[in-house]
């Protein structure tokens, strides 16, 4: 709004200034000699104090004259400029378009343009100029010049915000898409153009959104309109059915935008395909359930807890060691059991845990409900997240080994029997040796003939 004020401001004091110079140049012989003067005067205070630069140029383009705006915008000192060509201040890239200009002012009589003016510290100043044709066949031009450089700066930050907003959205990770209220594409992320298989944003901004995806169900179509009246509209885990039949899952939010005025300028969309990761999902639940499965069905005693000890997960050959149900176990700390274990195992199984979080091949003898023992053997193993290397859960399996123990136990009974039944007839073989070789003996000293003559090579040897 300023600036069109401005404009329309620079406008009126155009039409004053070109009427005083028409009037000037078209000699008025109605008025008096001091008419004139006063006229003139008139003129030259306003074009000298006007808050927008003069410059006064004949029909070659010549600088005749330039108020006190003008060099103060430029840096030049009057004498800097006046009889030199305009073309002289303008830079190099502008000259042939003012050229231009000044030749269609002729036809066209006034014109409003953008350019830049070279100032005497080399700086380049972009102006908006007013240029008015006075005079026929070969005109005079009035220019009248506003400073646009902040106009300038703040165009070139809007334009740096854009750039940096459209950005943002094409490289974000998320499919996303903005509309205008007639739901025309505005931006668009490359994300959002690989998931609905689109060729590239210039193929499709400017268009609208139902011509590009024509497939678009009623029920989203209808959450257009919510959101272009206002409306917040989500959605998570949504089917969507193509065109071939093939079923994507979608988790998405619409949501309106704003103009800076207040109201609603369009729609924003945030689309994200799930199909991958419901698939991935269903799988994960599938092998859950085996799992479950073979836990719960598992002979061997299984059992998972925390970091804090609390049992999470156990099966029923585990509870049963203890003469409970499963789930009178999952919550409890494993410390709440520990009397099933000998004292002479506690301490020792407490410093693997405690150090190693792991247990090899243990055998612990466990007293049960019923006063008997049955003899386990343990492996423990923690689990870390694989990321942060944080501890997660440990994870027990027994193996019951009660039976191989006691077999162990009766043959290490019949080997001690059998150890005791050869050191006794070791004993008594060498006592019948003895005594032939004593019979022998006695033989001997009677001078007759010897009756065990295999003991004595025995001896011999």
Excluded at 137 to 142: Q, R
Excluded at 260 to 289: C, D, N, P, S, W
Aim: proline residues 3%; hydrophobic residues 40%; aromatic residues 8%.
């Amino acid at each position: 709004m300023a600036e069109v004020a401005g404009f329309l401001l620079l406008i009126a004091i155009l039409f004053v200034v070109s009427a005083g110079l028409l009037v000037l140049l078209l000699g008025e012989r109605r008025k008096n000699h001091h008419d004139h003067l006063t006229v003139t005067n008139q003129i030259e205070l306003l074009l000298r104090f006007m808050p927008e630069g003069y410059i006064g140029l004949d029909n070659h383009g010549i600088i005749k004259e330039v108020n006190d705006t003008y060099l103060s915008m430029t840096g030049y000192k009057r004498c800097d400029v006046l009889g030199k060509a305009l073309e002289y201040f303008i830079p190099m890239e502008g000259k042939e378009i003012i050229a231009f200009q000044l030749k269609t002012i002729e036809t066209l009589n006034s014109q409003l343009m953008e350019t830049a003016h070279r100032c005497k510290n080399n700086t380049i100043l972009p102006l908006e100029v007013s240029i008015t044709a006075t005079g026929f066949p070969n005109p005079a031009f009035i220019c009248f010049c506003r400073d646009i450089s902040q106009r300038k700066k703040d165009e070139l930050s809007r334009k740096h915000s854009t750039d940096l907003l459209r950005y943002v959205i094409e490289h974000t990770r998320s499919a996303v898409a903005i509309h205008d209220k007639n739901l025309r594409y505005l931006y668009v992320s490359q994300k959002y153009l690989d998931e609905y298989d689109l060729k590239d944003a210039s193929s499709i901004i400017g268009r609208h959104h139902y011509e590009v995806l024509p497939d678009i169900p009623q029920k989203w179509r209808d959450v257009h309109q919510r959101a272009l009246a206002g409306e917040i509209v989500n959605a998570e885990d949504d089917p969507y059915i193509r065109k071939d039949g093939k079923v994507e899952y979608t988790r998405w939010e619409c949501r309106p935008w704003y103009t800076e005025q207040g109201t609603i300028g369009g729609i924003i969309i945030y689309t994200e395909m799930v199909t991958k990761q419901k698939e991935f999902e269903h799988e994960l639940r599938k092998t859950k359930e085996y799992l479950e499965t073979v836990l719960t069905h598992a002979n061997a005693p299984i059992v998972v807890w925390d970091p804090s000890l609390t049992i999470t997960l156990a099966n029923q050959a585990f509870s049963s060691l203890f003469g409970l149900s499963v789930e009178q176990m999952i919550g409890h700390r494993l410390v709440e059991f520990e009397q099933y274990i000998p004292l002479q195992h506690r301490n020792a199984l407490y410093l693997q845990l405690g150090t190693r979080k792991a247990i090899d091949a243990a055998e612990i003898e466990m007293i049960q409900g019923d006063g008997s023992n049955r003899t386990l053997l343990w492996n423990v193993s923690p689990m870390f997240n694989p990321e942060t290397g944080d501890l997660v859960a440990i994870i027990a399996q027994g193996q019951d080994i009660s039976e191989r123990k006691k077999i162990e136990q009766e043959h290490a009974g019949q080997l001690e029997e059998l150890k005791r039944w050869y050191a006794v007839m070791t004993n008594r073989e060498d006592r019948i040796i003895a005594l032939k070789r004593e019979v022998n003996a006695v033989l001997r000293d009677q001078g007759k003939a010897i009756r065990y003559a295999s003991v004595e090579d025995e001896a011999h040897v």
